[in-house]
T-cell receptor, first 113, second 115 residues
């Protein structure tokens, strides 16, 4: 039972570098999302998708890009990393049905120097 | 937008005792869902319990139960017979009703269990 798989689990970048956090789910969930977790701030929504080809911005979208070409995959791209993007990132998915809970990946710790 | 407030950044409990974590939320909707997630040091987010707003009965999962007060917009988590493995960050979350996949999280409560 893979669930939601995120890679890499750890990454160190230099300012200005780009990278992609990968996320895949095998539960046929329509909804996928990316959150960042910072101390004292809970989880904040970056981008989300309600199905293949459909994405939208969340609370903190600046500096991030997403695409959803398949139901399974929802990568998060950092276009030009900044120290303010140092955080723990979570991919999460759920069914679109009423009240479905979020299933989370194991998180990715990103450090931008 | 809905807001979720966890006013206790840190809590501690003696092993085998009971502890209650607080959560309040602000909404004008009548249809919604509430969740508690646990995040141990492993970082994995684990669903602890969920509550449908239309149900008056409080949800229970083994040693975990909630006190859902809809009028007061309060959703507290009670952990009975606390165990060392309960030590974690706990997040309260609100999901809008229907098929709307919008979740709002509180800032979390860090629970320490004292042996």
């Amino acid at each position: 039972n893979a669930g939601v798989t995120q890679t890499p689990k750890f990454q160190v970048l230099k300012t200005g570098q780009s990278m992609t956090l990968q996320c895949a789910q095998d539960m046929n969930h329509e909804y996928m999302s990316w959150y960042r977790q910072d101390p004292g701030m809970g989880l904040r929504l970056i981008h989300y998708s309600v199905g293949a080809g459909i994405t939208d911005q969340g609370e903190v979208p600046n500096g991030y890009n997403v695409s959803r070409s398949t139901t399974e995959d929802f990568p998060l791209r950092l276009l030009s990393a900044a120290p303010s993007q140092t955080s723990v990132y979570f991919c999460a998915s759920s069914y679109a049905q009423r009240g479905g809970e979020l299933f989370f990946g194991e998180g990715s710790r990103l450090t931008v120097l | 937008a809905q807001t979720v407030t966890q006013s206790q950044p840190e809590m501690s409990v003696q092993e085998a005792e009971t502890v209650t974590l607080s959560c309040t939320y602000d909404t004008s909707e009548s249809d919604y869902y509430l969740f508690w997630y646990k995040q141990p040091p492993s970082r994995q987010m684990i669903l602890v319990i969920r509550q449908e707003a239309y149900k008056q009965q409080n949800a229970t999962e083994n040693r975990f139960s909630v006190n859902f007060q809809k009028a007061a917009k309060s959703f507290s988590l009670k952990i009975s017979d606390s165990q060392l493995g309960d030590a974690a960050m706990y997040f309260c979350a609100y999901r809008r009703g229907g098929n709307i996949n919008q979740f709002y999280f509180g800032t979390g409560t860090s629970l320490t269990v004292i042996p």
